[in-house]
């Protein structure tokens, strides 16, 4: 599947992919209940134009807050690049085997 972030980089990526005539493509996001943090509205307009199945994780920032200790333990692919720390906070809850366990907090 495809991580869409809301941004323009990830829409790219999305069109590279059925451009190449990927079929089922399957796309993801992050979102948040709270509007200032969310863009998952985006990155499901993109999906929806590209034709792609879209899912996304609706979190509560403070649920979020408290579950990032224990996705840290959990996430086999924590570590960023540069080997020292998570890249970003929707990378940990793509990459939990306990995903969607935010959304009902």
């Given at each position: 599947g495809i991580f869409l972030s809301g941004g323009v980089d990830s829409g790219a990526v999305l069109s590279y992919a059925a451009q190449?005539?990927?079929?089922?493509?399957?796309?993801?996001?992050?979102?948040f209940r709270e509007q200032s943090f969310d863009e998952s509205a985006y990155a499901e307009?993109?999906?929806?134009?590209?034709?792609a199945q879209h899912r996304a994780e609706i979190c509560h920032l403070e649920s979020a807050?408290?579950?990032v200790p224990a996705l840290l333990?959990?996430?086999?692919?924590?570590k960023s690049r540069s080997g020292s720390t998570p890249v970003s906070?929707?990378?940990?809850?793509?990459?939990?085997?306990?995903s969607g366990s935010l959304s009902n907090r």
């Open positions: 190449s005539r990927h079929k089922h493509l399957n796309t993801f996001a992050v979102g307009k993109v999906a929806k134009h590209i034709g807050r408290d579950q333990d959990a996430v086999p692919c924590r906070f929707s990378e940990l809850v793509i990459c939990s085997p306990t």
